[in-house]
């Protein structure tokens, strides 16, 4: 369903046609991340002198502001926003959809790893399970490497007609809501979190009522 715009790299001819189709696309796009509480996933985490430890990552939702409290998951870590930029620069609140870092007191380099969440305190589940609605495009065997925000995680896969749960070697932070790919040693499909913290019982018929509320809407 998105736009299809031929580019050249080379020439720049359609340079203008794809920054229109990108900014159609974003004011298309659903105001739920700025609504929901803040998430942001650690792609990098590194020490600066005399500052300390600092995490980059896309925030995915909510905003995160100098002096917000936050937790770190699955690690279980409590912190606090000392400062925030936004391509190097300082400002005072972040949102959803940026490019961030954020400087975190009190946590040293070696606690923290690519795959972590930053969040708000207490608004997500960590997850060892995930019930899905797949969507494959090769048969999904079943043990799969599991690709959500900055992490992947083996997994077994349980499943039912087009539903699935994600048993995970380790654990992860979903929610409802939530793309995941499913990967071998090729891509083979994916799936939407219709329960991230779901009971280790496998109910496909729950799920039916979870995707009828339209988990696209909600996370």
């Given amino acids: 369903g998105a736009e299809v715009v031929a580019v050249s790299a080379r020439t720049g001819v359609g340079l203008d046609e794809l920054r229109a189709a990108l900014a159609r696309a974003a ?37 995160i502001a100098p002096g917000d409290e936050l937790r770190v998951e699955p690690a279980g ?6 400062s925030v930029q936004v391509h190097d620069r300082p400002v005072e609140r972040a949102g959803a959809g940026q490019r961030v870092a954020v400087n975190l007191p009190g946590i040293s380099r070696s606690q923290l790893r690519r795959g972590e969440a930053l969040l708000e305190p207490g608004a997500y589940p960590v997850s060892w399970r995930l019930d899905v609605a797949l969507e494959e495009l090769e048969p999904v ?10 992490s992947d995680v083996p997994a077994r896969v349980v499943r039912q007609g087009r539903f699935a749960q994600l048993r995970l070697r380790e654990p992860v932070v979903a929610a409802r809501g939530d793309r995941v790919v499913l990967r071998t040693e090729t891509t083979v499909g994916g799936g939407i979190v219709l329960d991230p913290s779901p009971p280790r019982r496998f109910d496909p018929q729950r799920l039916e009522v979870l995707e009828r509320e339209d988990p696209e809407e909600i996370v």
Avoid: I, K
């Fill in 77 to 82: 870590l409590r912190t606090r926003a000392r």
């Fill in 27 to 63: 004011a298309a796009g659903p105001v739920r991340a700025r609504e929901a509480p803040t998430r942001l996933y650690v792609d990098r985490a590194f020490t600066v002198a005399g500052a300390g430890t600092v995490v980059t990552g896309t925030l995915w939702s909510g905003s």
């Fill in 141 to 150: 065997p079943p043990a799969v490497t599991v690709h959500l925000g900055t």
